[in-house]
């Protein structure tokens, strides 16, 4: 069974670094793209980061500098540093697999940043 599970969320003052995982099971994630995204309170989801099968990664300019996407192949695991995390970083953070379709995506896990 392809799957994600994300953890490393928590509760963080401003300023402060999380750093989240992925593991992914049934898959060879470093064969893939895989992304992650978040879901503030009453918003959409907003793409944070990409790496590909190749390891190049790329971020929207409202985390470029902060976020830091990166991989062990060893344990199948996808990481997402976040660093100089700001109030408007809170919400559900979740791991994915957009191809092939059907897309696949973890559980997420919640970052609250508060003081």
């Known amino acids: 069974e392809v799957q994600l599970v994300e953890s490393g969320g928590g509760l963080v003052q401003p300023g402060g670094s999380l750093r989240l995982s992925c593991v992914a099971s049934g898959f060879t994630l470093s064969q893939y793209i895989m992304k992650w995204v978040r879901q503030a309170p009453g918003k959409g989801l907003e793409w944070l980061s990409t790496i590909d099968s190749h390891g190049r990664t790329t971020y929207p300019d409202s985390v470029k500098g902060r976020f830091t996407i990166s991989r062990d192949v060893a344990k199948n695991t996808v990481y997402l540093q976040l660093n100089s995390l700001k109030t408007e970083d809170t919400g559900i953070y979740f791991c994915?697999?957009?191809?092939?379709?059907?897309?696949?995506r973890g559980q997420g896990t919640q970052v609250t940043i508060s003081s």
């Open positions: 994915s697999r957009p191809l092939p379709l059907p897309s696949v």
